[in-house]
Structure formats: C-alpha cells, structure tokens
C-alpha cells in the first residue's frame, strides 16, 4: 500500500478509533491524545511491514496501550488536584428515539457534536474537529491555516478542558438541542470550506487541501443523516462551487471572475453530484439558507456562459435567502442578480442603502460591484472613482493588481475614443 | 536556533508591483508571476527541509497604523510612512543548525526575479532570535 493509501485509511478510521476509546475509557482529551499516537506509529509502520489484517482492531490495541500510560502518569496530578473526571458515558441508544445507526456512524456523529460545542471559539472549534475527526497532525493543521504548531497545540489543549469543564455527556444531544448542534457542526465545516477556498491569501505553500477536507466531512455527515436537507444542501454547496475551482485563478495567480472563467475546466462530475443533491433536498423542505445557495450555484454552473445564465431564476433564489439572511453580501450578491436582468440602474438602485451599511460600505467588494455597474451604465468616470475606492480598500495584492487593471483599461479605452466623440 | 530573514520595500514598489496606473513603471503579468513561482518554490524548500517556521507577506504600507504616545495620550497614526521609505515587507522565520546556514537560505532570495531596477536596490536582513530558555522551570 502506497503512504497515501495508509494516510486516507487512518484518516478514514480515526473517529471510529477515537469514538471506542471514548466510550471504553471516558477521557475524551488523554483519549484523543492517544489516538493521535496510534496514527502516528500506524503512518511509520504500516507502508514498512504492511497493513495489519483488522487494521482498526491494531489501531484500538496501540492507543488503549497509550492511554493507559497516560492515565498513569496524569494519575499523580489527579491525585493531587482530587478531580474526578467529569465525564459521563451515556450510550446514546437507550436516551435517542431517532433511527438506529451503526456505531461506527454514531461516533463519528458524537464527536463532531463534541468538537463544535458552542461553548468553543470558532478557531478551536475547527481545529479540534480537523485534528479529532479529520485525524490530521497538529502539523499539517498549522500549515492550512499558516498558524504555528504552537498556536494550534494551545487551541485544541484549551479546547479539551473546555470540553472537560463543561461536563458535556459523549452522547448525542437530545433532540431540543440537536438541531442547533447541527448548525454549528455545519458552520465549522463551511468555515473550513471557506479557508481552503480562500487560497489567494499568504504565500502559496503546499497547504493541506481544506476544500476538499471539508468536502469529506460533510459527506460523512450526510452518510450519518441522509435526511437532513441542510447537510444536502452544504454538501451540494461545496461541490457545485469546488467544481470551479481550476477556472479559478488566471496564469499570474490572479483571480479570475466568474464570468471570464473558462467553463470547460470546471469538473461535471462534481456539478452532477452536487445538483443531484440540491434537487433531492429543496422539494423535502425545511428550505435553508445551505440549498439555497447551492441551487444559486447549481444555476450557474448549468449555463454554458455568464450571459447564457438563467438570471430570473437567481434573482428569485436570492430573493428568498434575503428573507432567511440578512448579510450584506447577499445583498450585494442579490443587486449583481437584478442588475442582469433589469439593468445596471436596478442593480445601483439595490446598492445605494449598503452605502450606509457599516458593515459593507469599507469592503472592496461593495465598491467593486458597484464600479462595475456604473460602467454598464455608461457612467465612466464615477466608475473610474468607484474602481479606485475598491483598489484602496484591497489588502491582497492579486486583488490590488486585478482592480488597478480595470483601471487602466477604463484609461485606455476613453484615449481611444476620438476626442469629438466623448463626453459632452 | 531561529532566525528572522526579512524583506524590504516601499509603497511606491508596491504600487508598481499591482500596476497601480500612476506608477512610473508597472510590472507585466509575467513580471509577478515569476514572483510567485519563484516564492513557492522556495518556501517548499524550507517546508520539504524543516527549516520553515513561519513566513508571511506583509500587505500595503499605506494600510499601517502607528500607535504611540504624545503629551501621554495615546494617538493613532494612519500611513505613518513616506512613499519612498523602505519599511518591512516579508518576513521569514527559520530554524536552523547554524548563522551561515540562515544567512545562506536569506542569500537564495537574491535570485528571485524581477525588474532589474527592483533587483539591484534589494536586500534582506538575517537576525537570531532572543529564544534562549530560563535555567530552571519556576
């Protein structure tokens, strides 16, 4: 078996190896701890002597072994502070009426709960989950996020006391507070989503690909509760905008608009998958804001080009997220929508409130788009202002050098207009 | 032991490096994108070696805030600096056996590509980390 072989199976068996551990020992933080090492020693071992016949059965002995030194040597401490472990074991299938699921399943169920306790930071929330359910190393997790190892050790050592003084039962919530624990798992992964997809920040290290981690855990959510049609609509989400993702950036590493992007790069199988998915959830209802913003995605990835999209369409979907989300990016997603079908005035129109939106009206993005319509709209020189504002406001410099360019072009383009011509 | 290998430049490089259109000379697509490449290329080395603690670019000079005191009142400075004034860039921590081995790795970026007129003024700067540990654990 090839080293990348061996990495996916540990990574694959990491929370069902955890999850035992949790639920034969308690001790979910020494637990996780061990965990990791039984992956560690299984990475050196396994590509050398080969993969052991039960390859989870080997992975349980090595970390149970683990975790009884730990236990041993943190024995004295506990002595000393006279703690008793605050943790209850509760199997779940005596408290849960929901269907039975395979333990495995569950566990995996669990610990994302776990990890994205809303008593947790949103940083430690994702870095406890990638390391606890993802099985990556605090190494590669600081790489993804260019943090130090320091920074990722303290935040999932704060996680797991916190986790710890909580005293939050390894068992799945109960279904009052289920659906809020689902929202939260599901935010950390859109969060981790946004990271990888975000890759035009910092120098272009070999990073860890976070797109398609979060791509992976949302899958093993959806395979934990087939459905929900939120968790369809986020897993459909990430694949109908990962499908993009070679399209994405252009030869100098800028990034390139939807609307220049070259479409026969994007992946049809995963724009298949993905609206396979949205299709399935939206008729099932409750309609959340994930599968609404999956099937804007789905639209425009069906169109053969910017111009070819079914914009009504878009323009009604945004319409409702508006209702279920009041961000002003929607917002400004939503004036972009309008100003394709009823013009760049409708689509100013829409923006002139965000002007006064404190929490948009310092964004680039905000005067991006609007320096955009102004030059549908004929009205060059406010453009010209508007593209200079949004330049201003960039601090990636790929972003910088995009925007300046639009500038230029508006420059070149009013030269080549003969002098007579041009604006009264 | 660590090391800081740092960069420098002004607003007016930044400005030709984002082709900003009143700068006096713009740097083409390729200019930037040999940059990059040459970047990630390098920053692997370190990774593939282990000698990569952490690197970062910073963003654009004219976004600094300074922060100091006058007449005892704290006081915000936006853009505290002029145009032309070479300020930090990027920086690169590294952990290595040795100085020479530092100051080898900061010698590297003298390769990297570029216009020639930005190539000829730069420069980076090798300096060991204050990381020594106390004597006893208290």
Excluded at chain 1, 143 to 169: M, W, Y
Excluded at chain 2, 57 to 83: K, Q
Aim: glycine share 8%; net charge negative.
């Amino acid at each position: 078996m090839t080293g990348t072989g061996t990495e996916d199976l540990l990574r694959r068996l990491a929370p069902h190896v955890l999850g035992a551990l949790v639920r034969r020992y308690g001790h979910f933080d020494l637990a996780e701890d061990a965990t990791q090492e039984a992956l560690v020693s299984a990475s050196v071992q396994w590509p050398r002597d080969g993969v052991p016949e039960n390859p989870k059965g080997w992975l349980i002995t090595v970390a149970s072994r683990r975790l009884t030194d730990l236990l041993r040597s943190d024995q004295a401490r506990r002595r000393r502070e006279e703690t008793v472990t605050r943790w209850a074991v509760v199997d779940e299938r005596g408290t849960s009426d929901g269907p039975p699921h395979a333990a495995d399943t569950d566990d995996t169920l669990v610990l994302l709960f776990l990890c994205c306790h809303p008593s947790l930071s949103a940083a430690s929330q994702i870095a406890l989950t990638l390391r606890a359910v993802g099985g990556l190393t605090t190494a590669k997790i600081a790489r993804a996020f260019l943090v130090s190892e320091e920074t990722v050790t303290r935040r999932i050592t704060r996680a797991k006391r916190s986790i710890l003084d909580s005293g939050i039962p390894f068992a799945l919530p109960g279904p009052a507070e289920a659906s809020d624990r689902l929202g939260a798992v599901l935010r950390v992964l859109y969060l981790t989503f946004n990271e990888g997809y975000a890759s035009t920040i910092g120098p272009n290290l070999q990073r860890v690909d976070l797109a398609e981690e979060a791509v992976r855990l949302a899958r093993t959510v959806h395979a934990a509760l087939p459905g929900d049609s939120e968790v369809a609509g986020l897993l459909a989400l990430m694949l109908l905008t990962h499908a993009r993702h070679r399209a994405r950036s252009g030869p100098d590493g800028g990034l390139v608009p939807m609307a220049e992007q070259d479409r026969s790069l994007w992946d049809r199988e995963a724009i298949g998958e993905g609206i396979g998915l949205v299709s399935e959830a939206l008729p099932r209802g409750p309609t959340g804001p994930y599968q609404l913003q999956a099937a804007i995605a789905a639209v425009h990835d069906e169109a053969p080009s910017a111009e070819a999209t079914d914009w009504p369409q878009i323009v009604a979907l945004y319409g409702v997220l508006r209702q279920l989300d009041d961000s002003p990016v929607v917002a400004l997603n939503h004036a972009v929508a309008v100003s394709m079908v009823e013009g760049p005035e409708a689509g100013l129109g829409l923006l002139a409130p965000l002007a006064d939106d404190p929490r948009i009206n310092a964004d680039r993005r905000f005067h991006a788009v609007r320096a955009h319509l102004l030059e549908q709209s004929g009205n060059v020189a406010a453009a010209r202002d508007a593209y200079e504002a949004a330049a201003r406001q960039a601090t990636n410099l790929q972003q910088r050098r995009y925007l300046n360019g639009q500038i230029a072009r508006l420059d070149q383009e009013r030269r080549a207009v003969p002098k007579d011509a041009s604006r009264p | 032991m660590k090391y800081m290998i740092m960069t420098f430049a002004s607003q007016q490089s930044y400005e030709e490096m984002v082709a900003r259109p009143a700068a006096d000379t713009a740097w083409t697509p390729e200019d930037y994108a040999a940059i990059g490449a040459f970047m990630q290329e390098f920053n692997q080395e370190l990774l593939d070696s282990g000698e990569l603690v952490e690197t970062r670019g910073l963003s654009f000079p004219v976004h600094t805030r300074r922060v100091g005191l006058r007449e005892g009142v704290p006081v915000v400075t936006d853009g505290p600096y002029a145009e032309a004034e070479e300020v930090l860039a990027g920086y690169w921590i590294v952990e290595c056996d040795s100085f020479d081995r530092a100051t080898e790795i900061a010698a590297r970026l003298t390769s990297c590509p570029g216009p020639e007129h930005v190539r000829a003024r730069a420069s980076a700067d090798v300096r060991p980390i204050d990381d020594h540990q106390p004597d006893y654990e208290g």
